[in-house]
């Protein structure tokens, strides 16, 4: 099973969203509230991935407006990127969870291959549709999406590669016009989730903001 039926073959930005409301291609939309599909216009010149909706996105029905969004904000700013033209969606758009043990909290839960690769149809007609010119991945889900399975954040990150990488290549990604002189490149971060948990804060949002400031140079450029 996968999100792949649910898809609709051509839609604007809003069709899609609409359509994703009624997916149904994985277990993970039983437990969750509502699709969180993404945000942005799709004039965007910049793509952020996140890894999937938290607690406050899935109940607001928005991405990154809970903690990390509020801290992904602030590096954004910081970096020199303009957030008027960002697009920000999740590789996940159901939140996974696990209920704690007084049933009181919902406990994020990191998605699975399955569910990933399940949710990617989504992805690939955002990309199709909006042919950024920077691909940002957040963390280590949204690098596995979009750059393979055998992507190290801890490695690789901050490193400007050329988008589509091949492995994004195989995996459909693909840029919706090629004129064949414009390049379009992708880099990985850490999440802004990391930063919230790390024990030097300072340390790791410097870090963020350093790699964000290698995507708004290659903006720039
Ligand atoms: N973390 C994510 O990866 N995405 C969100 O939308 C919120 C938190
Ligand atoms: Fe569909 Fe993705 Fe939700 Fe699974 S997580 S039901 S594939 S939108």
């Known amino acids: 099973m996968s999100a792949a039926e649910f898809v609709p073959g051509s839609a604007d930005l809003e069709g899609l969203r609409k359509a994703a409301r009624e997916c149904r291609g994985c277990h993970l939309h039983e437990n969750a509230t509502q699709t969180v599909f993404s945000k942005g216009p799709v004039s965007a010149r910049l793509m952020l991935v996140g890894e999937q909706p938290g607690d406050v996105e899935d109940q607001r029905g928005e991405p990154f407006v809970g903690p990390a969004g509020k801290l992904l904000d602030r590096a954004v700013a910081e970096a020199g990127l303009d957030p008027a033209h960002t697009y920000t969606t999740n590789a996940v758009k159901h939140f996974k969870f696990t209920p704690s043990s007084n049933g009181k909290r919902r406990i994020h839960a990191t998605p699975d291959t399955h569910e990933i690769g399940a949710c990617r149809p989504w992805l690939v007609a955002e990309f199709a549709l909006l042919d950024p010119e920077v691909v940002i991945a957040l963390g280590a889900t949204a690098a596995k999406a979009l750059f393979g399975p055998s992507f190290r954040v801890t490695k690789s990150r901050g490193v400007l590669m050329p988008w589509p990488t091949s492995a994004a290549h195989a995996q459909d990604f693909d840029r919706g016009e090629d004129d064949g002189s414009a390049s379009a490149f992708a880099l990985a971060t850490i999440h802004p989730s990391a930063v919230?948990?790390?024990?030097?804060?300072?340390?790791?949002?410097?870090?963020?903001?350093?790699?964000?400031?290698?995507?708004?140079?290659?903006?720039?450029?």
């Not at 024990?199 to 140079?217: F, T």
């Open 196 to 221: 919230l948990r790390a024990d030097d804060r300072d340390a790791a949002y410097a870090g963020l903001v350093s790699d964000l400031r290698v995507a708004a140079k290659a903006l720039a450029g």
